[in-house]
């Protein structure tokens, strides 16, 4: 603020006890303009003659704007002030942009400078809802709405018929399911080695992603079209298999596309082989992790020959980290014939007690 300082002159201040003074000036001239006026209408006729700085409205930073003394005395002597200042509203949830489903809570905050009697929540100009209580919140049935974007715009209205209205809030309603098809391999092909899959996809709002199964078992997501799966058919049994897609939209909705039944024929027939690995476990060594992969379902078996004084222990388990197998006090281990589906199989080697050398075999298909 501009104001006399301190031997003579003009200068620049700034807080409260430079801003007291102007206030408390004000309060006086509009009081000796109408002495009849209590406090707080005093109060009420400088906020509502004010300037309106910054946002519109009330604002954190600026209040009710700057102190207007000519309006403020001229409204002084004319009694008490009118509320002429609408609210202020905003709708708070759903965000801008967002994609809804099913019944979905909408909010709304609103301030006035006397006080908000109701708040009207508009749907595409229909009227959805009132609310006279804050927190303003209204449930909205999105199923009886059409799939698309639609408007939300909150209104607030005060006692002395002032009204405000909020910036118009657009959303994506999603309730219908998205469609897919399975376009290739052609239902009844007789497939061999690697197959590409391709499925087509389409939704009202937009498809999110396509996930492949395979006998029931997802094996393949994909975001972007094309969407297609790279199928490695040697690790699976020859047969019949049956592929679906299902297409997911950005609500959560999803839908199966009709299974296309295919008969692997890989003619070539698993190889039977053997690892070998060595090295030394336990003790400051810790424990060895080895990872063996298997083609094929089949028979997995594993020796494993310690030579210290004290016996390695062996743990078997799958990719998900479920145990298969474990011998915990033997030298010279062995396991034979334990069933196991295509995948990655980790055995761990170790003591701990002193460290040995070890050498494990592996036979797999």
């Given amino acids: 603020m501009y104001s006399l300082v301190r031997d003579g002159g003009y200068g620049n201040a700034a807080g409260t006890s430079i801003a007291s003074p102007y206030v408390l000036g004000a309060i006086a001239l509009v009081a000796s303009a109408n002495p009849g006026l209590s406090a707080q209408q005093i109060v009420d006729i400088i906020e509502q003659t004010a300037d309106d700085v910054g946002e519109p409205g009330w604002d954190e930073y600026h209040g009710w704007g700057k102190i207007n003394l000519h309006r403020a005395v001229l409204a002084a002597g004319e009694g008490p ?11 708070s949830s759903p965000a801008w942009g967002e994609v809804v489903c099913d019944t979905v809570l909408v909010s709304a905050s609103a301030i006035d400078n006397v006080g908000v009697i109701e708040v009207q929540l508009y749907l595409d100009d229909r009227l959805l809802g009132w609310d006279t209580v804050a927190p303003y919140s209204w449930s909205w049935d999105t199923e009886g709405d059409r799939d698309g974007e639609h408007t939300l715009i909150a209104v607030a209205c005060d006692a002395a018929g002032n009204s405000g209205e909020s910036s118009p809030i657009t959303v994506v309603v999603d309730n219908g399911p998205p469609a897919a098809e399975v376009v290739s391999p052609a239902f009844g092909s007789v497939v061999a080695e690697t197959v590409r899959v391709e499925a087509l996809a389409s939704d009202l709002v937009g498809v999110g992603r396509v996930d492949f199964y395979l006998d029931g078992q997802k094996k393949k997501e994909a975001f972007v079209p094309p969407y297609v799966w790279d199928w490695d058919t040697k690790g699976d049994a020859n047969g019949r298999h049956a592929i679906v897609a299902r297409a997911v939209d950005g ?42 992969r298997t083609n094929v379902g089949g028979p997995l078996r594993a020796t494993l020959k310690s030579s210290g004084r004290f016996a390695l222990s062996l743990y078997v388990c799958n990719e998900a980290g479920e145990l298969l197998a474990r011998d915990v006090s033997s030298a010279n281990f062995k396991f034979a014939d334990l069933w196991v589906a295509p995948g990655n199989y980790e055995f761990l080697i170790g003591s701990i007690r002193q460290k040995s050398n070890f050498v494990l075999e592996v036979t797999h298909f």
């Avoid at 509320?83 to 202020?88: A, H, Q, R």
């Avoid at 082989?273 to 030394?280: A, L, M």
């Fill in 81 to 91: 002030a009118d509320d002429i200042v609408g609210p202020t509203v905003s709708v």
């Fill in 251 to 292: 609500a959560g909705n999803a839908c199966d596309s009709q299974p296309v039944e295919v008969t692997v024929e890989n003619n070539a027939e698993p190889i039977e082989q053997t690892e070998v690995f060595s090295g030394r476990a336990g003790g400051r060594n810790g424990w060895v992790s080895i990872w063996v």
